[in-house]
């Protein structure tokens, strides 16, 4: 009892306190030392047990096995082994599967094939033990294989078995093995309640939604775990409103989300940019107290606010927080780049450095691009040069990227471009994209070829870069060209242009759009609003 409880001290008096001692008693005090971690006065008192001439039992030497496996000891474990062979009780099976659960882990992937393949007698669990153990190690091909083996010597597997090499098809993204294996699930009608939260799993991690969905909606008995998995796989697949939908089933059926599952749902009104349901989800969190100290969440929040619109909310989150880590700091500094307030980003890195905080890559970058939007050239040179000089950290693609944007934004196309020569790394589409799209700025002709063609062998599917070289030749006069450009560009069987889309709140709701989108059931209101716009925009003078 007191073993149990994890009392050592006072199950240790008892049993000094005992005048005979027998194989029961001292399996009581090892098992308390093994249950606390105590694994060295677990091997001690198996020293002293056979030093008054008592023969351990097979449960004794589970329970020293266990040690030897929660404590990576392999010497001890192979001590322990040969102890079994010269004890002759090589043919316990659960002894056995004790010896290979402390091959697995402790050593690796070899030892414990050749002991599983001595192993007269296998059960499940035996096969359970390597399955796991390969897919622990990231081998999944190997636990797939294994658990086809299985099934080929007629043992029949568990749920724990399924849902690990159902886990594995979903890393490995092996959507059709792993439909074999939810066939064997559906015949045997297994209905444990992880092996179907690893099957919607997959299905998600795969891209196939709408299976995840009937699997999800076909489990009878769904946990915490199950309804997490489901919103995260909408998010991850694109399906937002379907994510949101289900955050408020979720709580009706009286399931509390998790912090892991509302950044997520955050994610989700980033993407759709709903501010209405970012406040929900602030509430929900300030309600159940997930507000306080998780510094993860609250940067998710404010991170969340920021792209959702409101800088305001974002700042009084930041404010707010008990605490505040380098990436809380730096989520408020890019939601300032990102709404055009340099100067507040500039003041609020210079707190940051006051508190003591050592800015990291992501916030040189949201301040490099914050001096780029608002055309900071000497507050984006300085923040370079420190960069380098105080913080010693050596600029990446991203820093090389927003200068390059920023020196093209400002006029100094020449500098740009000799910037990116210049540079001890090889350039990618981003810089070569940023440097053009400053030609476009500026109507630079010469370096805007000059990138296209960088582009055009990085990228040659952007169907992007060809219209944007098309407006330079357009707004320098040379139509013939441009127009040239756009022959040979529109008999381009595979280039497509990715349509713009947006979404905007309304009072009933989201409403997405894409360009030229006429199915919106308001969509005569709405262009006429939008010519009502241009022809006051062109009365102005501001019809280019």
């Known amino acids: 009892m007191y073993a149990r409880y994890a009392d050592m001290s006072a199950a240790r008096k008892v049993f000094d306190d005992m ?28 020293g002293q047990m056979q030093l008054t001439g008592l023969k351990p039992n097979p449960v004794v030497l589970l329970a020293m096995f266990q040690a030897c496996y929660l404590s990576a000891s392999l010497v001890h474990g192979q001590s322990f082994h040969c102890y079994v062979i010269k004890s002759g009780m090589e043919g316990y099976l659960s002894l056995g599967n004790s010896i290979l659960t402390m091959y697995d882990r402790t050593c690796n992937a070899e030892e414990a094939e050749k002991f599983f393949d001595m192993m007269d007698e296998k059960d499940a669990i035996s096969w359970n033990i390597m399955i796991s153990g390969y897919a622990f190690k990231q081998n999944k091909d190997k636990a797939i294989e294994t658990f086809i083996r299985m099934l080929d010597e007629g043992v029949q597997p568990n749920p724990e078995a399924l849902t690990t090499v159902i886990s594995a098809c979903a890393k490995l993204g092996d959507i059709m093995r792993g439909q074999e294996f939810h066939s064997f699930v559906v015949k045997n009608a297994l209905q444990d309640v992880k092996l179907q939260t690893a099957l919607l799993d997959m299905y998600c991690k795969c891209g196939f939604v709408a299976l995840a969905t009937r699997v999800f909606k076909t489990t009878p008995e769904r946990n915490y775990v199950t309804w997490s998995r489901m919103v995260s ?5 694109g399906c937002l409103n379907e994510a949101i939908s289900l955050f408020g089933q979720m709580q009706l059926a009286g399931f509390r989300a ?21 406040r929900e989800i602030h509430a929900y ?42 990436v809380s700091w730096s989520a408020m500094i890019q939601n300032y780049a990102l ?30 691009s914050a001096c780029s939007h ?19 950290i050596t600029p990446g693609l991203d820093h090389y990227t927003c200068m390059v944007d920023l020196l093209g934004r400002s006029g100094h196309l020449g500098q740009a471009y000799e910037t990116i020569k210049a540079m001890p790394i090889e350039p990618d589409s981003g810089i070569w994209g940023s440097l053009l799209g400053a030609c476009r700025i500026h109507s630079n002709l010469n370096i805007g070829e000059l990138a296209s063609k960088h582009l055009f062998d990085l990228d ?71 010519g009502c716009l241009r022809k006051h925009m062109e009365e102005i003078g501001l019809e280019n």
């Open 460 to 530: 040659p599917q952007n169907a992007g870069y060809h219209v944007v070289l098309c407006n330079i030749n357009s707004s320098n006069m040379r139509w013939k060209k441009a127009e040239i450009m756009r022959r040979v560009f529109r008999r381009g069987t595979q280039q497509k242009k990715k349509p713009g889309w947006s979404c905007v709140e309304g009072g009933e709701g989201l409403h997405g759009f894409t360009v030229g989108d006429r199915t919106h059931p308001l969509s005569l209101e709405i262009y006429e609003t939008l």
């Open 258 to 278: 998790g912090p892991d599952t509302l950044r997520c749902l955050m994610s989700a009104s980033t993407h759709l940019g709903a501010l209405s349901i970012c």
């Open 233 to 237: 796989g909408y998010v991850q697949n």
């Open 339 to 368: 709404h055009g307030y340099a100067l507040e980003a500039l003041q609020l890195f210079d707190a940051m450095k006051k508190e003591g905080l050592e800015p990291n890559n992501v916030t040189f970058i949201s301040l490099l």
């Open 285 to 326: 969190l300030f309600r159940n107290c997930f507000f306080i100290d998780d510094i993860a969440t609250i940067t998710s929040l404010i991170d969340t606010y920021g792209k959702c619109g409101s800088i305001i909310y974002s700042r009084r989150c930041f404010d707010q927080a008990n605490k505040k880590d380098v």
């Open 374 to 392: 608002a055309g900071l050239l000497d507050d984006g040179c300085q923040i370079v040069a420190d960069m380098r000089k105080d913080s010693r």
């Open 19 to 46: 005048v005979q001692k027998d194989v029961v008693s001292w399996t009581s005090l090892i098992s308390g030392h093994v249950r606390r971690g105590d694994f060295n006065d677990a091997f001690l008192c198996f």
